[in-house]
């Protein structure tokens, strides 16, 4: 067999990229009109390179800026909006809390004390991370729950490699609870209609067309069980069947952990302040919608005006009084706040960039189109009706949503189906449950949902692998999903009218 050197290999991807792009745009196979032919070959340009990594993702994710304008798509303003979009913002913020929990070591007495609850055992507490991230995220956002998480998960893959012992597989270790607090957070967020946007979006698409409220109680027997079983196909994927770790309980490893803790002593008067201002932040998150509600009696409106709370705010909010808040240690030569800019240079700067190529390119996806006509080569087959229609709108949902952000997509693709159910006299929950579904559970991509861009930035997952579990359990996911919609909403929840 004979070996090719990387560069070689990111050369063959490069220019595969540029010939993929040429024969959407000169050859047109999908006979699409002239913005949107523009529009798919760069975007298939840019997957092609994001997939083979031919070169830095986040330098894929400058093609937008070169490329729209260039071609007429759209003007360089434009596209830099998408750069600039509010989730950038939300991930900033909590990538800075991150970094004050990790600047001051709370993110290891954390570490310490569940290794301690759990063991030693590697599937144990990867099991641990996706139950209890899986139900956080059906009451949070699951964007909000990733960011809790994530400086936890990484202290824990740092405190597992110092003290093992034996033959573990710690990569493999180390990838399966990154992508297990990414992916249980998108599958946990299913579970309520609270969980996640899109599902907020798509019951408001309801209550709008058809006047018909979507009760909470009925969406959760339905998709409470389904997230359940997503979340412990999960651990069975990961940990048996493509990346077992081999980590065993280990009675040594556990009580050189408890010396440890013992050893840090009660907590500083900086993690302190940094556990406060994260708990703050958290409690924020969860209590937003409360918060908004009460903000919104006429007394105080008129006070204040219309003032409303979202996760990328309370995130900045955060972040901020990470600045202004004094770390309270009085050595010299520690900081003298909590954060300094200068502890920014550590963040993951890349992912920002990364995700708002990412928003940048589904942005023209809708403009131009593509989206609406996938919509209608949908409806072409709509007259095959039953289980065969459900499975394929949770494919199509699913697997668009790895380069298209979900909540635009559930707003884009809701009229559609609501269209095709009218045509077909069907309810349109049978439809629009598994759509929405679908594109909350896209797992094969960094772009595909805001927590596996955050899960991805961490730096022990690559491209491949990620691609590679995401295949498989989007595969089980949209099997389940359209099982559990055709057996299940005609007998659980009332038909719309």
């Not at 079983?229 to 999960?234: E, G, R």
């Not at 095709?420 to 598994?434: H, K, R, W």
């Not at 295949?471 to 909403?489: D, E, G, P, Q, R």
Request: proline share 4%.
């Amino acid at each position: 067999m004979i070996a090719v050197s990387k560069g070689t290999r990111d050369w063959f991807a490069i220019l595969l990229g540029v010939a993929l792009f040429f024969i959407m745009l000169l050859v047109n196979p999908l006979h699409l009109s002239g913005t949107a032919t523009k529009v798919l070959a760069i975007a298939a340009l840019m997957i092609t390179w994001w997939v083979a990594e031919a070169f830095p993702m986040p330098a894929v994710a400058l093609v937008p800026l070169i490329l729209f304008p260039l071609m007429g798509v759209s003007s360089i303003k434009e596209v830099a909006t998408g750069y600039g979009d509010s989730v950038i913002f939300l991930f900033m913020g909590g990538f800075m809390l991150g970094l004050a929990i990790e600047k001051w070591h709370l993110h290891k007495r954390i570490a310490l004390t569940i290794v301690n609850i759990t063991g030693t055992s590697g599937n144990r507490i990867v099991l641990g991370f996706i139950l209890a991230t899986g139900f956080i995220s059906m009451w949070l956002s699951n964007t909000a729950t990733t960011m809790m998480m994530y400086p936890i998960a990484a202290s824990v893959i740092l405190v597992v490699r110092e003290n093992h012992k034996g033959d573990a597989h710690l990569g493999n270790f180390a990838l399966t609870i990154m992508l297990a607090i990414a992916y249980a957070s998108n599958f946990g967020g299913i579970a309520t209609i609270i969980g996640t946007p899109p599902n907020v979006a798509f019951v408001g698409y309801i209550q709008e067309k058809y006047n018909y409220t979507v009760q909470f109680i009925d969406w959760f027997i339905i998709c409470g069980p389904l997230a359940l079983i997503l979340l412990l196909a999960l651990y069975f994927v990961m940990t048996k069947l493509l990346y077992p770790n081999r980590l065993s309980s280990d009675p040594a490893t556990k009580a050189h952990i408890r010396k440890e803790l013992q050893e840090m002593g009660p907590l500083s008067g900086a993690e302190k302040r940094v556990l406060i201002i994260f708990l703050f932040t958290a409690g924020l998150w969860i209590t937003k919608d409360l918060i908004n509600n009460i903000l919104e009696i006429d007394a105080l409106v008129r006070a204040f005006g219309n003032v409303k709370l979202d996760d990328t705010i309370i995130a900045l909010l955060g972040a901020l009084a990470l600045f202004i808040c004094p770390s309270g240690e009085k050595n010299e030569k520690r900081s003298s706040k909590i954060l300094e800019w200068g502890d920014t240079s550590r963040m993951a700067w890349g992912i920002l960039l990364l995700f708002g190529g990412g928003i940048a390119l589904a942005a023209a996806l809708e403009k131009a189109g593509l989206i609406q006509q996938l919509g209608k080569l949908i409806a072409d087959f709509s007259g095959t009706g039953g289980f065969l229609l459900i499975l394929m709108i949770a494919c199509v949902s699913m697997f668009v949503s790895e380069v298209m952000s979900n909540i635009a997509q559930v707003i884009v693709f809701a009229p559609v189906i609501g269209g095709i159910a009218d045509a077909m006299g069907i309810n349109p929950l049978l439809l629009g449950i598994p759509m929405t579904l679908g594109a909350n559970c896209a797992s094969m991509m960094p772009m595909g949902t805001p927590p596996n861009a955050i899960a991805f930035a961490s730096g022990h997952i690559k491209l491949n692998q990620m691609v590679k579990t995401g295949f498989v359990m989007n595969i089980v996911a949209i099997i389940l999903i359209a099982l559990f919609s055709w057996f299940l909403i005609p007998v659980l929840i009332p038909a719309v009218k």
